[in-house]
């Protein structure tokens, strides 16, 4: 069967899509085109991981740093992405996609938190490829979310294993598998405690050309690696 050619499926691959802005400078266009085909590959890359086994992906779509762009630029990202929940959430059901979220939500347009809610509970069933949002997102910040829930729940010493329970991610395995596109070298903040394990990859695609080519090289990548998890093998 096709999607057992390539041995070691990782269970969980974050995805920092990077070069969208590029992308677009290449074209000639505005940043937010570039988001937005940076949409169509999120979508593309959805159908992809499906065919090859995966079953958690989590996009690093908008970071607690990227509030310093233009308004034009934050916005255009809040409207794309209500956008393509709205148009993509039966789509999401025939597929057996699941979407959830990691990030502080509550400074998000009412409208897009609506589309979130209502997405989040129309998919919860779904059990083919969860999709994970990390949206106003931060690894730091999720560390400290965490230790002070904790602390509110009366805890004075906590264990490693208390505060990856009580990350946003909760329930969710740590990712195996984290790839960033565009050549930039840098974890920038994404899921810092749930991948102390995990295999990277960089590769130099701007995310906009993303496509299954590239999602199979990686794989092929990561099941050529040795994870040793600081032992010996
Ligand atoms: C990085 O490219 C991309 C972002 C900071 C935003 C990506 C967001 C989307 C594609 C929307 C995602 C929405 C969903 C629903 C998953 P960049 O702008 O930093 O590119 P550059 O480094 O080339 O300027």
Do not use: C
């Not at 266009?29 to 079953?55: C, P, Q, W, Y």
Request: hydrophobic share 35%; net charge positive.
């Amino acid at each position: 069967m096709f999607k057992n050619k390539i041995k070691n499926i990782p269970k969980h691959i974050g995805i920092i899509m990077d070069g969208n802005g590029r992308w677009a400078t290449l074209q000639g266009l505005s940043r937010n085109m570039g988001h937005k085909e940076g949409i169509n590959a999120v979508d593309r890359t959805i159908n992809a991981l499906i065919k090859f086994g995966v079953k958690v992906v989590s996009f690093f779509a908008f970071s607690t740093e990227n509030w310093k762009r233009s308004e034009e630029e934050v916005n255009g990202i809040f409207n794309l992405t209500r956008d393509f929940l709205h148009s993509k959430r039966n789509n999401f059901k025939e597929r057996g996609v699941r979407i959830t979220t990691i990030g502080e939500l509550s400074p998000f347009p009412e409208d897009l938190k609506k589309e979130l809610d209502k997405t989040k509970e129309d998919t919860k069933n779904n059990d083919k490829l969860i999709v994970n949002l990390a949206l106003n997102y931060g690894g730091r910040a999720d560390i400290v979310r965490a230790v002070n829930n904790l602390i509110d729940k009366g805890a004075t010493k906590v264990t490693e294993q208390d505060i990856l329970e009580n990350l946003y991610t909760g329930e969710l395995p740590e990712p195996d598998f984290v790839i960033r596109t565009s050549g930039e070298e840098r974890i920038s903040n994404f899921m810092l405690y749930q991948m102390a394990y995990s295999e990277l990859y960089f590769p130099k695609v701007l995310w906009p050309n993303f496509n299954e080519r590239h999602l199979r090289k990686a794989l092929k990548v990561y099941s050529k690696r040795n994870r040793r998890y600081g032992g010996i093998k």
